[in-house]
């Protein structure tokens, strides 16, 4: 069975009413990015830290997953399908998805401040007294900038063996998930599904680019795949 990668980023997410975080003027909800995403902004105010992410929980819990997460499921018909993406909701996994990397972290898990390994599920608000099994305070299972992404080997090594590699919803900006494209085999197929893509055709050998947003442009990606 031919194997498929698909890199997703916010804009999969969009189309279900979920925040992309960061504004135009680089703000994300009104705050400094390093404010709530960074280990020194936690240390220097973690109640404005847990409370930014409580919200993004609420909104998630009233959420579903749009077409193009059910989209993205049905591959799994004709190919092994393993999804790296770069979002913290479980959209992929309500759709049914089976193998799913979560980059960034998940905002339905949560985990020790003192040890990284200690991560359990977690789906209500974080306040401050919360505490771990070690008597740690608890902090979001979030990959803030400035710490290690512990599963971006496993990612290198998925997307190396795919004879497609789909990018969805994402402006290949933010590193290392970006670096992803480089490691897909010379022979592969690629595509990238975005309204306003970020890359030009002669980008890379094989590639299709879909100009649209991630519902309209996976049913799209079905109709390539599943018609093979």
């Known amino acids: ?11 999969i997410s969009a ?46 819990l009233k959420t579903a997953p749009n077409k193009a997460h059910f989209n993205l499921k049905k591959l799994e018909e004709n190919y092994h399908v393993d999804i790296i993406t770069q979002n913290v909701d479980d959209l992929h996994e309500r759709a049914g998805s089976k193998n799913i990397i979560h980059l960034h972290g998940e905002l339905l898990k949560a985990r020790s401040s003192k040890n990284e390994k200690d991560v359990f599920n977690w789906n209500k608000d974080i306040v401050l007294g919360d505490t771990a099994k070690d008597g740690s305070q608890i902090r979001p299972h979030i990959v803030w900038f ?23 919803g994402t402006s290949m900006q933010v590193y290392p998930a970006a670096s992803l494209v480089n490691f897909v085999s010379k022979d592969a197929l690629i595509y990238f599904i975005d309204p306003k893509p970020s890359i030009t055709k002669n980008a890379f050998n094989n590639l299709k680019i879909i100009k649209s947003v991630a519902t309209l442009g996976t049913d799209k990606l079905l109709t390539d795949l599943l018609n093979v």
Do not use: C
């Open 146 to 168: 400035g710490e290690d992404v512990p599963l971006l080997e496993k990612a290198i090594e998925i997307t190396e063996k795919a004879a497609v590699f789909i990018v969805i």
């Open 15 to 60: 189309e279900s009413g979920i925040s992309t975080f960061r504004d135009a003027n680089g703000l994300w909800e009104g705050h400094d990015i390093m404010q709530v995403a960074s280990p020194q902004g936690f240390y220097n105010n973690p109640e404005l830290v847990l409370e930014f992410y409580n919200q993004r929980r609420n909104q998630l």
């Open 1 to 11: 069975m031919k194997r498929i990668a698909i890199l997703t980023g916010a804009g």
